[in-house]
């Protein structure tokens, strides 16, 4: 299996800072990476697919970018409700996910 | 609008088995292959497996391989999960999942979660 390994596992920041968090496949997975937030007590939500492919609804300050093996997820201008746990998940082959991130605020 | 609801916690003693369902809603159910996603408490996201709500193929992971069995209903849109044998360390909030194919395969929307708790 493809191991993803992301970082840091988590963070503190300040509403309005620029956030970033990596995600590390241990292989060539192309541009085959997803990113979904998940607050406390809730279901994963879909965030950025496809690398950098902003999914519908989802706030301009998100956004993602990265291919091959490293991608990064990049939080513009911090909101006190993206307080939450963020996952990377590949789909390059047998689906797998990262350790998580989270982010506090 | 798509939607998954999931039915209620569970409690079972070591060595049961528990079956979950996920009603599906607002989309053609036969176009769309369902995932199960489990995550232990304070740990992170573990695939399952799959069904295809078309012809009712699976797939499943490894380390459920032998454990786990994926159905569905057309009749009722209603996706099953059994898990047999269970063990303290299937304790966890398993959450069904439509994959979305295309520039990468993502899940999208997720079930509420069903919490099972493994317990003597």
């Known amino acids: 299996d493809i191991q993803m390994t992301q970082s840091p596992s988590s963070l503190s920041a300040s509403v309005g800072d620029r956030v970033t968090i990596t995600c590390r496949a241990s292989?060539?997975?192309?541009?085959?990476l997803n990113w979904y937030q998940q607050k406390t007590g809730e279901a994963p939500k879909l965030l950025v697919f496809?690398?950098?492919n902003l999914q519908s609804g989802v706030p301009s300050r998100f956004s993602g970018s990265g291919s091959g093996t490293d991608f990064t997820l990049t939080i513009n201008s911090l909101q006190p409700e993206d307080a939450a746990t963020y996952y990377c998940?590949?789909?390059?082959?047998?689906?797998?996910f990262g350790g998580g991130t989270k982010v506090e605020i | 609008q798509v939607q998954f609801v999931q039915s209620g916690a569970e409690v079972r003693k070591p060595g049961a088995s528990v079956t979950i369902s996920c009603k599906s809603s607002?989309?053609?159910?036969?176009?769309?292959?369902i995932h199960w996603v489990r995550q232990a408490p304070g740990q992170t996201l573990e695939w399952v497996g799959w069904?295809?709500?078309?012809?009712?193929?699976?797939k499943y992971s490894e380390k459920f391989q032998g454990r786990v069995i994926m159905t569905t209903d057309k009749s009722t849109t209603t996706v099953y999960m059994d898990l047999s044998s269970l063990q303290r360390e299937d304790t966890a909030v398993y959450y069904c999942?439509?994959?979305?194919?295309?520039?990468?395969?993502?899940?999208?929307?997720w079930g509420q979660g069903t919490v099972v708790t493994v317990s003597s």
């Open positions: 999942a439509r994959m979305v194919g295309g520039l990468a395969d993502f899940f999208h929307p």
């Open positions: 607002g989309y053609k159910f036969s176009e769309y292959n």
């Open positions: 069904i295809d709500s078309g012809n009712g193929n699976t």
């Open positions: 292989q060539n997975i192309l541009r085959k």
């Open positions: 496809a690398a950098s």
């Open positions: 998940q590949q789909s390059y082959t047998t689906v797998t």
